[in-house]
Structures are given as structure tokens and as C-alpha cells.
């Protein structure tokens, strides 16, 4: 089996990559030409070009550019695409939202596009997986299953929600085995440092080490269904295991607000006087918030036979523990 995966130096990709190599896969990635390094989450599992198993294929490329991508889906002729790549900061969102839209939005589209192009050309088929979000919901009360309506609250959201009905619209009109994995918040010590898990971990260890003295966050009350990253790549690949195509909510079914995973990091971390690190600042806050995300994962539960294990308070520990170790070592 042959995996594309657009995203693949994210956290997402990254857990991805390392299941399907499990597996027995050829994986390839995509990733952009940046002028830094940006390619430490899967640097761990590179294999120089002229090993004797070259199974893990980096390529160029960018959501934003048609015939590259075009091109590396008619070269590498994967069995199984998955779309991982997005501008996917909903803060930033705001600030870019053009450039979201394209990206998160009209990116999907143009790997869709390619897909059903090279399935014609080919008489070859390609399962595709695109990564849908919670933040779809938006404002609709939880919990929010595969019924429930997007009210999408962010430029990202609404990107999310135009590339989920692309997917939808390319199974039913052109026959393709295209799934949205509409997933809730996951997390992992290999989360982007901006992201308020992370920003939260990353800064207890920071102020433990001595080297900041506050941490500046926004909205403390918003409710989030955080899982681990690591578990929710398999989520992915079920969905294209299965007989039919179809979408899935994946979650825990638990939410807890973000003051609730400051208090509980802060208290794991030997700093119970969370408040005297912590300070409010206006610039962390987003136009329109999304307040409260639980999912309802009965489908996936009795379709795919997948639960999430790690909880909350695990899932703290993890990444608590991952960032101390993490700057202990940079020290
Ligand atoms: P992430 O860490 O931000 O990774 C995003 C990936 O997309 C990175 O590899 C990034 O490359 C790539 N990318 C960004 N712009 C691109 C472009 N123009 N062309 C090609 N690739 C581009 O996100 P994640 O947390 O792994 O999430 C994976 C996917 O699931 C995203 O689509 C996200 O929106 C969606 N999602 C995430 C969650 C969550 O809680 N994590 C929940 C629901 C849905 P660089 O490394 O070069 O930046
Ligand atoms: O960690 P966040 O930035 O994640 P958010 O906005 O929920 O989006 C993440 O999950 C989505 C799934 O629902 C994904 F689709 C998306 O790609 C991304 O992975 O913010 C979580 C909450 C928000 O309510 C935010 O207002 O935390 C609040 N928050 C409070 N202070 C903060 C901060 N968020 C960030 N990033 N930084 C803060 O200082």
C-alpha cells in the first residue's frame, strides 16, 4: 500500500506517518520550501534516498499550487491520500483570512480535483481522507455528532466547512471514496507551540526553568474535547478501511474549559499558585469564539470499533511531563 499525505510535517502527519510505516506502508509526504528547518517531527524517521528500504519519500509542494501537486499524485499513484495540510490556527485565521480560504479551503478542492482526474485517466481508484474540524460547529450547542449543524465561527471554520461539503459533493456526484474525519481538539507534546495545550505546557516548563516569569493567555472559559494526536491517526485510516465511505466525529465525549487544563497542568507541575503566573491579555482573544465543542462518537464507536483512551487528566500528564523533559534537554 502507497499513502500520500499533505500536512505530513505537522503533528497530525507526523503520528500519521509512523502508523501507516508500521503497517507495511510506502509513505509519501508533502512538505513546503521553508528557509528553516521544518521538518523536526518526522526528522526521527527520514531514510536517507539510497537506503536499501526506502519507504518514507519527502516531496515538495504546497495546497496552493495545482500542478504540483497534480503531477506528484500521477507520479506516485498512492492508494490512500490524506489531506492534512491547512493554515490551522483559528487566531490567525482572522488575521489571514484570504490566504486561509485558499489554503484550508480551496486546497482540498484542488487534490480533489486532481483525484478524480487521475481516476478517470487511470481507471485506478485512490481513497482520500480529508481532515475536517469541530470548529465547523462553531456556535451549534454541544454535543455535536455527524447530524449536527456548522455554524462555523472563524475564517478557518468556514474554510473547514467548504472543503467538508467539496468532499461530500465529489463522493456523491463522482462516485469517490472521499471521508471527512470531522475531529475535536487533539493534542500531543508535538502540538504547535501557539496552540493553548502547548502554549500552557510549554510555559510551565518555562517558568519552572527560570527563563519566563508570566505566561499571557485569552479566553480561559471556552470548552475544548481534547484527545491525543497519537491515538487519532488511527481514527484516519479506519475510516478508509471500511466497505463505504462515510464521515465520522471523533472525540473523547468529555469537555473541560481551558482554565481547567491551565489549573490541572499548573498543579501537576508542583505550581499550585497557578495565578500568580498567569495574566489576561486582550490580543489572545478571536472575534467570534466558539465556546463549548463535545463529541458525540457513537458512530465511530459502533462503525469502526474506535474509542479514544487517553483522557484529559493523561493526556495533561503527557504533555506536562514532555515539556520538561523537552527543555531540560535543550539546556
Ligand atoms: P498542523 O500541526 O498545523 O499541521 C498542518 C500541516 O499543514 C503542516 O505540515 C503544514 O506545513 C502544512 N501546511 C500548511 N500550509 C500548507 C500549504 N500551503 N501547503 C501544504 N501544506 C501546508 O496541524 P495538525 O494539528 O497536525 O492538524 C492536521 C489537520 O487536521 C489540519 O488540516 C487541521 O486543520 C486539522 N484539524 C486539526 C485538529 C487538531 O485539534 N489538531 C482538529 C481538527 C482538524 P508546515 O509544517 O510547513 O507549516
Ligand atoms: O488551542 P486553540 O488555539 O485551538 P482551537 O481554536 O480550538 O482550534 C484547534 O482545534 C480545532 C478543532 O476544534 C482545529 F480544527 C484547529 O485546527 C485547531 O487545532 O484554542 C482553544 C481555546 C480557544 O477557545 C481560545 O480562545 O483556547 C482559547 N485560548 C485562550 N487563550 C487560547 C489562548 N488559544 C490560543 N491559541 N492561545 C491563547 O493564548
Avoid: C
Wanted: charged share 25%; proline share 4%.
Amino acid at each position: 500500500m502507497r499513502a500520500l499525505i499533505f500536512g505530513i510535517t505537522g503533528q497530525d502527519g507526523s503520528y500519521l506517518a509512523e502508523f501507516l510505516l508500521q503497517k507495511g506502508y510506502e509513505v509519501h509526504g508533502v512538505m513546503r520550501r521553508a528557509s528553516t528547518f521544518n521538518t523536526s517531527r518526522v526528522d526521527h524517521i527520514y531514510q536517507d534516498p539510497h537506503a536499501d528500504k526506502y519507504v518514507f519519500k519527502l516531496h515538495y509542494g504546497d495546497l496552493s499550487d495545482s500542478s504540483t501537486l497534480r503531477k506528484l499524485i500521477y507520479q506516485i499513484q498512492p492508494d490512500e491520500i490524506y489531506n492534512l495540510g491547512a493554515q490551522s490556527h483559528v487566531r490567525v485565521s482572522f488575521d489571514i483570512p484570504e490566504y486561509t480560504a485558499n489554503i484550508t479551503g480551496l486546497g482540498a478542492l484542488r487534490v480533489l480535483e486532481a483525484v478524480k482526474d487521475y481516476q478517470e485517466d487511470t481507471d485506478r481508484k485512490i481513497k482520500f481522507y480529508q481532515a475536517s474540524s469541530s470548529e465547523m460547529f462553531g456556535a451549534t450547542p454541544p454535543p455535536q455528532n455527524e447530524n449536527s449543524v456548522f455554524y462555523p465561527r472563524s475564517p478557518y471554520g468556514a474554510s473547514k466547512a467548504f472543503a467538508y461539503y467539496m468532499t461530500r459533493n465529489y463522493r456523491e456526484a463522482y462516485g469517490m471514496f472521499a471521508v471527512n474525519g470531522i475531529l475535536f481538539n487533539h493534542e500531543s507534546p508535538r502540538r504547535g507551540e501557539t496552540f493553548v495545550t502547548r502554549k500552557i505546557t510549554r510555559g510551565i516548563a518555562r517558568i519552572k526553568a527560570g527563563l519566563d516569569k508570566k505566561l499571557y493567555l485569552g479566553n480561559l472559559e471556552a470548552r475544548r474535547d481534547w484527545g491525543y494526536a497519537k491515538e487519532y491517526v488511527e481514527a484516519m485510516w479506519l475510516m478508509l478501511q471500511q466497505p463505504v465511505a462515510e464521515d465520522y466525529v471523533i472525540g473523547t465525549g468529555e469537555s473541560h474549559s481551558v482554565k481547567e487544563f491551565l489549573v490541572a497542568a499548573f498543579q501537576y507541575a508542583g505550581l499550585p499558585d497557578w495565578e500568580k503566573y498567569v495574566e489576561i491579555d486582550q490580543r489572545y482573544y478571536r472575534p467570534t469564539e466558539v465556546e463549548n465543542l463535545i463529541a458525540d462518537t457513537t458512530k465511530a464507536k459502533n462503525k469502526l470499533g474506535w474509542t479514544a483512551s487517553t483522557k484529559f487528566e493523561d493526556l495533561v500528564k503527557i504533555m506536562v511531563d514532555a515539556d520538561i523533559k523537552l527543555l531540560g534537554s535543550e539546556k
